[in-house]
């Protein structure tokens, strides 16, 4: 998977290689295989995205600092094209009904940007893949 | 092919990590009592208290409250609730019972608009402050899947006009009992038991010897009487021995015994003192003080007195090490640059130090609760030295004491028994 964070991050990770798609370019005039602008606004947007759902995550001091040492749980977003989140799933739950609430409650509290023309319709049609640790 | 595709797809899918959520307590609404306002008030004051001390929750504010003052144990309107921000409620209804009262206390989940947890607990009128801890105790164990402190008891020095006595008191300094007169008293260490307290007296006018006192008969009986000055027991996790320190030919050494007094070892041989010994929890290795190198620095040795190693460099006065019950760090206070005792915590695995105290009067004998989440301490900042409860990052300080001439010494009691 790209670690579309990576740059945001620090984190510095390979992106593969992939053949452009045509049906996922984000507009009728965009580039398929995006720019180095293109490419630039995009982790300029999921750094924003980063940054908003960060705004409000809430790890509950209730959890014990030793779970919090392993707890997990990883989230598929579906963004629409004014920055909605119009849906969301847990592909995986931490185990901790407390830490899984307060994921609820930060994606439910996050206004996100509208994203760039050529993210839009990935965004909406496959999401973006949250992974959360406390 | 279609799957193959979608799993294809998703594969491409962009990916954030989100670490380092802010960490907050927990929004905890208290209902107003219903019911025997004489008796669910009390109890609800304890229960607040409990919850303000523990740095979990944060109580809203009831002036905010939506919901009616008199709305149930049931048919609760979870949307007034929950826009009032509370994510868990606590409601309670007490009636007397003859010479007993009845509470039956409930949490719920208001965010999913359900009771979590429900307990019915009848106790003397004189004991109303237990039931308030014994729910608080099941309240933070449903949260946080560990032991919870609300019922255990802590001892101390407290000062008197005609000496130093030992003290036995609910976490909160509630039900302060004196356990021995007033000769001088200090530093107590309970059994792993808590059915019995250690203490160093002057009591039987020959220096310093080791004395137990039976918390439930106050009766005392001598333990180490060896020399003229024998300090500083601490027990075993398996309470079967304990280590003390004792002066010999004036060199001031760590010694390991038996429970009961006897088969006491040498465990440290070194020039200059040797002192303060603390147990790791699993009982393999021990925290001292050691003056060896010229100043009083925290060392750590194997049980059997082998393999020591200095845990601190900095400063030159370290003194009164506690290992912490999850093991990972040990609490010890260390005199700064201003001449001040502070509070700090080492990492055992890494030796990173962490100050937890600073400009806030003296601060010294830290204490673990037994479940790790709390340290309990002396300290001069409110004026005479009282004691304070804190969590291990030096947050959320709360005085616990508020004796006349002040308090010291302080020593925290085990876990009561599992129900």
Same mark, same amino acid.
């Given at each position: 998977?790209?670690?579309?964070?990576?740059?945001?991050?620090?984190?510095?990770?390979?992106?593969?290689?992939?053949?452009?798609?045509?049906?996922?370019?984000?507009?009728?005039t965009?580039?398929?295989?995006?720019?180095?602008?293109?490419?630039?606004?995009?982790?300029?947007?999921?750094?924003?995205?980063?940054?908003?759902?960060?705004?409000?995550?809430?790890?509950p001091?209730?959890?014990?600092?030793?779970?919090?040492?392993?707890?997990?749980?990883?989230?598929l977003?579906?963004?629409?094209?004014?920055?909605?989140?119009l849906?969301?799933?847990?592909?995986k739950?931490?185990?901790?009904?407390?830490?899984?609430?307060?994921?609820?409650?930060?994606?439910?509290?996050t206004?996100?940007?509208?994203?760039?023309?050529?993210?839009?319709?990935?965004?909406?049609?496959?999401?973006?893949?949250l992974?959360?640790?406390? | 092919?279609?799957?193959?595709?979608a799993?294809?797809?998703?594969?491409?899918?962009?990916?954030?990590?989100l $670490?380092g959520?802010?960490?907050?307590?927990?929004?905890?609404?208290?209902?107003?009592?219903?019911?025997?306002?004489?008796v669910?008030?009390?109890?609800?004051? @304890?229960? $607040?208290?409990?919850?303000?001390?523990?740095?979990?929750?944060?109580?809203?504010?009831?002036a $905010?409250?939506?919901?009616?003052?008199?709305?149930?144990?049931?048919?609760?309107?979870?949307?007034?609730?929950?826009?009032?921000?509370?994510?868990?409620?606590?409601?309670?209804?007490?009636?007397?019972?003859?010479?007993? %009262?009845?509470?039956?206390l409930?949490? #719920?989940?208001?965010?999913?608009?359900?009771?979590?947890?429900?307990g019915?607990y009848?106790?003397?009128?004189?004991?109303?402050?237990? @039931?308030?801890?014994?729910?608080?105790?099941?309240?933070?164990? #449903?949260?946080?899947?560990?032991?919870?402190?609300f019922?255990?008891?802590?001892?101390?020095?407290?000062?008197?006009?005609?000496?130093?006595?030992?003290?036995?008191?609910?976490?909160?300094?509630?039900?302060?009992?004196?356990?021995?007169?007033? $000769?001088?008293?200090?530093?107590?260490?309970?059994t792993?038991?808590?059915k019995?307290?250690?203490?160093?007296?002057?009591?039987?006018?020959?220096?310093?010897?080791?004395?137990?006192?039976? %918390?439930a008969?106050?009766?005392?009986?001598?333990?180490?009487?060896?020399?003229?000055?024998?300090?500083?027991?601490? #027990?075993?996790?398996?309470?079967?021995?304990?280590?003390?320190?004792?002066?010999?030919?004036?060199?001031?050494?760590v010694?390991?015994?038996q429970?009961?007094?006897?088969?006491?070892?040498?465990?440290?041989?070194?020039?200059?003192?040797?002192?303060?010994?603390?147990?790791?929890?699993?009982?393999?290795?021990?925290?001292?003080?050691?003056?060896?190198?010229?100043?009083?620095?925290?060392?750590?040795?194997?049980?059997?007195?082998?393999?020591?190693?200095?845990?601190?460099?900095?400063?030159?006065?370290?003194?009164?090490?506690?290992?912490?019950?999850?093991?990972?760090?040990?609490?010890?206070?260390?005199r700064?640059?201003?001449?001040?005792?502070?509070l700090?915590?080492?990492a055992?695995?890494?030796?990173?130090?962490?100050?937890?105290?600073?400009?806030?009067?003296t601060?010294?004998?830290?204490?673990?609760a037994?479940?790790?989440?709390?340290?309990?301490?002396?300290?001069?900042?409110?004026?005479?030295?009282?004691?304070? @409860?804190?969590?291990?990052?030096?947050?959320?300080?709360?005085?616990?004491?508020?004796?006349?001439?002040?308090?010291?010494?302080?020593?925290?009691?085990?876990?009561?028994?599992?129900?």
């Amino acid at each position: 998977m790209q670690r579309a964070l990576a740059r945001a991050a620090g984190r510095a990770e390979p992106v593969p290689a992939e053949a452009p798609d045509p049906e996922r370019a984000g507009s009728a005039t965009g580039s398929a295989s995006g720019t180095a602008a293109s490419a630039e606004e995009g982790d300029a947007y999921f750094t924003a995205v980063h940054d908003a759902i960060l705004e409000n995550y809430v790890v509950p001091s209730v959890i014990s600092e030793r779970e919090r040492l392993y707890l997990s749980a990883t989230v598929l977003a579906w963004i629409g094209a004014n920055g909605q989140i119009l849906k969301h799933e847990f592909q995986k739950k931490s185990g901790n009904g407390f830490f899984d609430q307060a994921l609820e409650l930060a994606i439910q509290r996050t206004k996100l940007p509208a994203p760039p023309a050529d993210l839009a319709r990935a965004l909406r049609d496959d999401g973006v893949v949250l992974n959360f640790k406390p | 092919m279609t799957l193959l595709l979608a799993l294809l797809l998703a594969a491409d899918r962009p990916v954030i990590d989100l $670490s380092g959520g802010r960490v907050q307590a927990y929004p905890l609404a208290m209902a107003r009592p219903l019911g025997a306002q004489d008796v669910g008030v009390p109890v609800q004051s @304890v229960l $607040s208290q409990d919850f303000e001390r523990s740095g979990l929750f944060r109580l809203l504010d009831p002036a $905010s409250f939506l919901a009616p003052p008199a709305e149930g144990l049931t048919g609760i309107d979870f949307g007034k609730w929950q826009s009032v921000g509370a994510a868990a409620l606590v409601k309670m209804n007490c009636e007397a019972a003859g010479p007993d %009262v009845k509470c039956d206390l409930r949490l #719920y989940d208001v965010t999913r608009g359900q009771e979590s947890l429900h307990g019915t607990y009848t106790a003397p009128r004189a004991a109303l402050r237990q @039931v308030a801890h014994r729910f608080g105790d099941d309240v933070v164990r #449903y949260f946080t899947r560990e032991p919870a402190v609300f019922e255990t008891r802590i001892s101390y020095v407290r000062e008197t006009e005609s000496g130093k006595q030992i003290v036995a008191a609910d976490w909160d300094g509630a039900n302060a009992q004196a356990l021995t007169g007033a $000769s001088i008293n200090l530093l107590p260490a309970w059994t792993p038991d808590g059915k019995t307290i250690a203490f160093t007296s002057f009591r039987d006018g020959a220096g310093a010897h080791i004395f137990t006192v039976d %918390v439930a008969s106050r009766q005392v009986k001598p333990l180490v009487l060896m020399g003229d000055f024998a300090t500083g027991a601490a #027990y075993a996790p398996d309470g079967l021995r304990f280590l003390f320190s004792s002066s010999v030919n004036d060199n001031t050494d760590v010694y390991l015994s038996q429970a009961d007094g006897s088969a006491g070892r040498r465990l440290t041989d070194a020039r200059g003192i040797d002192i303060s010994a603390s147990w790791s929890p699993d009982g393999k290795r021990i925290a001292f003080v050691s003056e060896r190198a010229g100043s009083p620095q925290i060392y750590s040795m194997a049980a059997d007195g082998s393999d020591v190693r200095r845990l601190t460099f900095q400063g030159n006065y370290n003194q009164e090490p506690a290992w912490s019950p999850k093991g990972d760090l040990i609490a010890f206070s260390g005199r700064d640059e201003h001449r001040v005792f502070d509070l700090y915590t080492i990492a055992v695995d890494t030796g990173k130090i962490t100050r937890l105290t600073q400009n806030a009067g003296t601060n010294e004998k830290p204490a673990w609760a037994p479940n790790g989440r709390y340290l309990l301490f002396s300290s001069t900042r409110g004026g005479k030295r009282q004691l304070w @409860v804190m969590q291990p990052d030096g947050s959320n300080p709360r005085a616990v004491t508020s004796e006349k001439l002040g308090a010291s010494d302080p020593a925290w009691g085990p876990l009561p028994p599992s129900k």
